[in-house]
């Protein structure tokens, strides 16, 4: 079974760090890219970084940029979200995604299949 | 960025009914759009992708239409299990945007 399953979410202060997992199993990991969405409480969803299947190629949100930094490892499988300097208004659940590709007419099609349950992090004090 | 203007923002109908949710936008993607469902407390889960392919193992009754700015998902027969917020993503570029959701209820 194709599963993804995210750990590392808890309460942390403004400024702080954390760093979310999130454990792939029941596919060829080191063959996908993968993303992370986040929701805060209430509100919709929000895509916030993506890598290549090398980690060759990285993109962030501008929301986040210069604070979070998308990571894999694909020897265990994982991919890994840092986060720093946190704000308020980070506080949400946050999804690992895998993305999936097809090339057709020489348009590249990309969806996020499947989803993990999400892990939600509170930035408070 | 690309925009994405998501319409309507809730919706209310009752099981049976026909309905269709709009998604523009801001600038033409092809058919480089996928859509959502999210129940509350649960992951979203894909519908659709390539702005009209059925995901596998997804009911016959949602679909998807559209190419360039404006794009709908259509469920033909509402049944319960339907009721939940939809969206909209586009991978055209990066950075990925979501539509806002549409939650549909209950009539």
């Known amino acids: 079974e194709v599963q993804l399953v995210e750990s590392g979410g808890g309460l942390v202060q403004p400024g702080g760090s954390l760093r979310l997992s999130c454990a792939a199993s029941?596919?060829?990991?080191?063959?996908?890219?993968m993303n992370w969405v986040r929701q805060a409480p209430g509100k919709g969803l929000e895509w916030i970084a993506y890598?290549?299947?090398?980690?060759?190629?990285?993109h962030h949100a501008d929301s986040v940029k210069g604070r979070f930094s998308i990571s894999r490892d694909n020897a265990r499988s994982s991919l890994y979200l840092q986060m720093n300097s946190l704000r308020v208004e980070d506080t949400a659940v946050y999804y690992c995604?895998?993305?999936?590709?097809?090339?057709?007419?020489?348009?590249?099609?990309?969806?996020?299949?499947?989803w993990g349950q999400g892990t939600l992090v509170t930035v408070s004090s | 960025a690309i925009q994405m203007t998501q319409s309507p923002s809730s919706l209310s109908a009752s099981v049976g009914d026909r309905v269709t949710i709009s998604c523009r936008t801001s600038?033409?993607?092809?058919?480089?759009l996928g859509w959502y469902q999210q129940k509350p407390g649960k992951a979203p889960k894909l519908l659709i992708y390539a702005a009209s392919i059925l995901q596998s193992g997804v009911p016959s009754r949602f679909s998807g239409s559209g190419s360039g700015t404006h794009f709908t998902l259509t469920i033909s027969s509402l049944q319960p299990e339907d009721f939940a917020t939809y969206y909209c993503l586009q991978d055209h570029n990066f950075p990925r945007t979501f539509g806002q959701g549409t939650k549909l209820e209950i009539k």
């Open positions: 890598i290549s299947p090398t980690g060759q190629t990285i």
């Open positions: 995604a895998r993305d999936n590709s097809l090339v057709q007419d020489y348009t590249n099609y990309n969806w996020f299949d499947p």
């Open positions: 029941g596919f060829t990991f080191g063959s996908y890219e």
């Open positions: 600038q033409g993607i092809s058919n480089e």
